[in-house]
């Protein structure tokens, strides 16, 4: 369970507890809702769920989402918990070949995007409503990790967002958003490669045969493969 007086890190360790169960719910749900996607016409196309963990009593957001047509019978899966500190933040949670993924979207970060990429002021967007909106946006994201210690910078469609990782790069916790028509000259630099880097995964056979899986392009020989957070600039 989510209590208010939980740090990161525990909150982190708590949702994980329900990787198994919650990704059997995922794969049974869209196995239900199947004609649903498959039928569509008009994208992006999603539909969220909430389900509740019998193990930890968390209330889990799931988004199942096709952005085109070629994801109709391998769409996105977004799962979600909201959390309160100062505000409604939410955790994001990806299961790995070799773990589980985890992005703790802050309240200030949240409330970044709300401002300076939906500019709304006015709090007319729900906390759930704007998480979709940047997910639903964001085909591709890209992860940067520079040489400043634990730093990390992820690139979507829409801004940068900038934060912190902890340990092996599976922890991430997202701080702050800025928009495109924000970002200095050496940023925007570092977003058009980001932009090629994207490109050259979403071109790679690895991408074509699985969009859903963790890629990365390799610094070295400009591989793509997917990410094991040991040799990769992704």
Not at 11 to 22: A, N, R, T
């Amino acid at each position: 369970m989510i209590i208010d007086s939980m740090s990161i890190e525990e909150m982190q360790k708590e949702v994980k507890k329900d990787i198994d169960s919650l990704y059997t719910k995922i794969y049974y749900l869209f196995a239900e809702n199947r004609r649903f996607f498959v039928k569509s016409k008009k994208f992006p196309i999603y539909k969220i769920f909430s389900w509740k963990s019998r193990v930890t009593q968390i209330e889990w957001n799931i988004i199942i989402l096709a952005r085109k047509k070629k994801e109709q019978t391998i769409p996105k899966i977004i799962p979600y918990v909201r959390y309160q500190s100062y505000g409604t933040g939410i955790f994001y949670v990806r299961r790995m070949e070799e773990g589980v993924m985890t992005i703790t979207f802050t309240p200030h970060c949240i409330r970044r995007y709300r401002e300076r990429y939906l500019k709304d002021d006015k709090c007319k967007f729900s906390v759930d409503e704007v998480f979709c909106h940047l997910f639903r946006n964001t085909e591709l994201p890209t992860y940067y990790y520079p040489p400043e210690e634990n730093k990390f910078v992820m690139h979507i469609d829409q801004g940068i967002v900038l934060g912190e990782y902890v340990g092996d790069k599976t922890q991430l916790l997202a701080k702050t958003f800025v928009s495109k028509d924000m970002l200095f000259e050496k940023q925007m630099e570092e977003d058009n490669f980001s932009i090629d880097i994207k490109n050259l995964v979403m071109n790679s056979e690895r991408y074509r045969n699985n969009s859903c899986l963790p890629l990365a392009v390799n610094k070295y020989t400009g591989d793509v493969d997917e990410i094991f957070y040991r040799d990769f600039n992704v």
